[in-house]
């Protein structure tokens, strides 16, 4: 077996929190690398192609991308920084022989670049530390570059790896340079320390084929697409070849390559033929994994490949059964919504997707609140019709039968004069305070360790309570014995009380109770929450009723009436909302919030019995 290096290649995997610039960063890279004519018009944030990822401005599927410099092809994979996406970031760093880590200049190392950062040091990745946005005002490199420095520490990382290179960038004005005293151009800087300290992929070209496959991308013309580096050996086109899988030995199927592409730009490029170290895509395999090992036909050797992570949260999908079903959906059936949601297992791998008792209900469990609401916001635009309900943790037990619950750590930057309401709350949620650190600018860092559950539904408040200026990020902490019960909602729901169209005069008495969510002129049926009680017990309402008439009153009289505008909530709060006897409609048009049992006997027996 001769190892070889393939000098002309690079594959590097740019990692970091969320909002520190990945994504523009690679824009940069890709501009200057010549991929764009020089007048061809380009969208910001090119890579993040999928419109819920351009609305938030954030990446929720790592994207591959290839650029040159001089002679060297350098791939690169721009990952998700939000904790939710973290099964992506685990997989891509298999394809990887380095990484670049991105850290803001001003908000310095945050619990997610702790995070990427494990996992890159854990499979002995070299490390470039790019220091971004040093052109903000408030911009700290000194400090921030002893922060990470700090972190590696933490981290355990060896001497080659805290001897790491430093680069100072700012992405959005196009530039990178190796000290910070000199004059900045170009981002030829940080392609240069790519070449020069990201070592090349090594393999051995005359040894059987070994692919390993490491995302899945999916197209309705051809299917499922495997992505992978190739380890060992060669992969042509209608090669003959077995897929296997190191964690199920079961897996042996023989397979023929119809098509291979290459990244170059922002295209696959057809291919006839791919050597160790690039990166490919393989399309025509049917039933192809992420972990999968395309092997030549007579060795059969598979790749271990890390487990993906457990998700922590679960809620139930079910048929919409509301007075107003069908109507705004185009998919509606639980035939529909089962074929919808396997074919996101075909490219999300932290993903489930389990029956129920019923045949109109799905058990769909995620890695947190982000990634399950983006799934529905998805599944809403492509025209379907269904219902959720709260979202609810996974426990595990131990072998003493103890019940263990997910637990999260929350940093939470807040302004200093919120700080005492932010613990107050985070306490009641069973949070314990393990940190507190002024940093610049007037704000506090708090640091809580705090049940997955307490968190459920908290972000709406948290951005009340501190006025919109606070920022919380969490990140998994393992699992710990059950903390005890929380109480989630202090106030009750406001119910619709008969089935028609909400009117101005019912909606006017109605707004004394409590914060109302929908105006006049909504459909409404009985059951359907209309808005939060300003009590702690649910209380039904009339909004359908008219004014009677009489000959002293005229119907103008009406006009006088001023409602409050109402809450409108986004998906996020509607989920945040919901308690565990409440269900949220979700369709193309609207949402809806509503009681499991719409109606009012039934419930108010089933509460009884409770």
């Known amino acids: 077996m001769s190892v070889q290096s393939?000098?002309?290649?690079?594959?590097?995997?740019?990692?970091?929190?969320?909002?520190?610039?990945?994504?523009?960063?690679?824009?940069?890279?890709?501009?200057?690398?010549?991929?764009?004519?020089?007048?061809?018009?380009?969208?910001?944030r090119v890579m993040d192609s999928n419109d819920i990822e351009r609305e938030r401005g954030i990446t929720i599927l790592s994207k591959n991308t290839a650029v040159y410099y001089k002679d060297t092809k350098i791939n690169i994979i721009d990952t998700p920084g939000h904790a939710d996406f973290g099964g992506e970031v685990e997989r891509v760093l298999k394809m990887?022989?380095?990484?670049?880590?991105?850290?803001?200049?001003?908000?310095?190392?945050?619990?997610?670049?702790?995070?990427?950062?494990?996992?890159?040091?854990?499979?002995?990745?070299?490390?470039?530390?790019?220091?971004?946005?040093?052109?903000?005002?408030?911009?700290?490199?000194?400090?921030?570059?002893?922060?990470?420095?700090?972190?590696?520490?933490?981290?355990?990382?060896?001497?080659?790896?805290?001897?790491?290179?430093?680069?100072?960038?700012?992405?959005?004005?196009?530039?990178?340079?190796?000290?910070?005293?000199?004059?900045?151009?170009?981002?030829?800087?940080l392609f240069e320390t790519i070449v020069d300290y990201i070592?090349?992929?090594?393999?051995?070209?005359?040894?059987?084929?070994?692919?390993l496959i490491s995302t899945i991308d999916y197209n309705e013309y051809v299917g499922r697409i495997g992505i992978g580096k190739v380890e060992n050996g060669s992969v042509k086109v209608n090669q003959d070849a077995i897929v296997v899988n190191a964690h199920d030995a079961d897996k042996s199927s023989k397979v023929r390559i119809s098509k291979l592409y290459e990244f170059d730009g922002l295209n696959k490029v057809d291919v006839d033929e791919a050597n160790i170290g690039s990166i490919v895509a393989i399309s025509g395999i049917a039933d192809i994994h992420i972990g999968d090992t395309i092997c030549a036909v007579d060795a059969p050797n598979p790749i271990p490949f890390q487990k993906i992570s457990e998700p922590t949260i679960a809620m139930n999908f079910i048929v919409n059964d509301s007075p107003l079903a069908g109507q705004e959906g185009k998919y509606v059936t639980s035939r529909h919504i089962r074929e919808r949601l396997m074919k996101e297992l075909n490219t999300d791998v932290s993903l489930r997707v389990e029956d129920t008792d019923s045949p109109d209900s799905l058990k769909v469990s995620g890695r947190g609140e982000l990634h399950l609401s983006v799934l529905i916001e998805n599944m809403r635009r492509e025209g379907f019709e269904f219902a959720?309900?709260?979202?609810?943790?996974?426990?595990?037990?131990?072998?003493?039968?103890?019940?263990?619950?997910?637990?999260?750590?929350?940093?939470?930057?807040?302004?200093?004069?919120?700080?005492?309401?932010?613990?107050?709350?985070?306490?009641?949620?069973k949070g314990e305070?393990?940190?507190?650190?002024?940093?610049?600018?007037?704000?506090?860092?708090?640091?809580?360790?705090?049940?997955?559950?307490?968190?459920?539904?908290?972000?709406?408040?948290?951005?009340?309570?501190?006025?919109?200026?606070?920022?919380?990020?969490?990140?998994?902490?393992?699992?710990?014995?059950?903390?005890?019960?929380?109480?989630?909602?202090?106030?009750?729901?406001?119910?619709?009380?008969?089935?028609?169209?909400?009117?101005?005069y019912g909606l006017f008495?109605?707004?004394?109770?409590?914060?109302?969510?929908?105006?006049?002129?909504?459909?409404?049926?009985?059951?359907?929450?209309?808005?939060?009680?300003?009590?702690?017990?649910?209380?039904?309402?009339?909004?359908?009723?008219?004014?009677?008439?009489?000959?002293?009153?005229?119907?103008?009289?009406?006009?006088?009436?001023?409602?409050?505008?109402?809450?409108?909530?986004?998906?996020?709060?509607?989920?945040?909302?919901?308690?565990?006897?409440?269900?949220?409609?979700?369709?193309?048009?609207?949402?809806?919030?509503?009681?499991?049992?719409?109606?009012?006997?039934?419930?108010?027996?089933?509460?009884?019995?409770?």
């Open 433 to 504: 305070l393990q940190n507190m650190t002024p940093i610049t600018g007037g704000f506090t860092r708090i640091e809580f360790k705090i049940p997955a559950r307490g968190l459920i539904g908290y972000r709406g408040e948290f951005m009340t309570d501190t006025k919109g200026n606070g920022i919380i990020n969490t990140i998994f902490d393992g699992y710990e014995l059950y903390k005890g019960d929380i109480a989630y909602r202090k106030q009750g729901s406001l119910i619709a009380y008969e089935t028609g169209e909400s009117v101005t």
């Open 199 to 211: 070592p090349a992929p090594q393999g051995d070209p005359e040894a059987p084929t070994q692919v």
């Open 388 to 429: 959720v309900s709260k979202a609810e943790v996974l426990y595990h037990e131990d072998e003493k039968g103890h019940k263990l619950e997910p637990m999260e750590r929350a940093y939470v930057d807040v302004p200093d004069e919120f700080t005492g309401a932010v613990i107050e709350k985070l306490s009641q949620r």
């Open 96 to 189: 990887v022989n380095g990484v670049v880590l991105v850290v803001d200049a001003f908000e310095g190392a945050m619990p997610q670049t702790k995070f990427v950062l494990m996992k890159a040091l854990d499979l002995d990745l070299p490390v470039i530390v790019c220091i971004n946005k040093i052109d903000r005002p408030e911009a700290r490199p000194d400090e921030v570059i002893d922060e990470v420095l700090e972190l590696f520490m933490d981290l355990d990382a060896s001497d080659e790896q805290l001897d790491c290179p430093f680069i100072y960038a700012s992405a959005k004005e196009g530039y990178a340079m190796k000290d910070l005293n000199d004059e900045h151009k170009d981002m030829m800087p």
């Open 509 to 610: 008495s109605a707004q004394e109770r409590g914060t109302l969510f929908i105006g006049p002129g909504e459909k409404v049926y009985s059951g359907m929450v209309i808005g939060q009680s300003s009590r702690a017990e649910d209380i039904e309402l009339n909004v359908c009723k008219k004014k009677h008439l009489t000959n002293t009153r005229s119907s103008s009289a009406d006009e006088a009436l001023t409602l409050v505008p109402p809450k409108v909530l986004s998906l996020e709060q509607a989920l945040d909302f919901i308690d565990v006897d409440e269900l949220l409609e979700v369709t193309p048009e609207s949402l809806r919030i509503r009681k499991r049992i719409l109606d009012p006997l039934m419930r108010k027996r089933a509460s009884i019995r409770k």
């Open 6 to 44: 393939r000098e002309d290649i690079r594959n590097i995997a740019i990692i970091a929190h969320v909002d520190h610039g990945k994504t523009t960063l690679v824009d940069e890279l890709l501009k200057q690398s010549g991929v764009f004519r020089e007048n061809q018009e380009v969208a910001e």
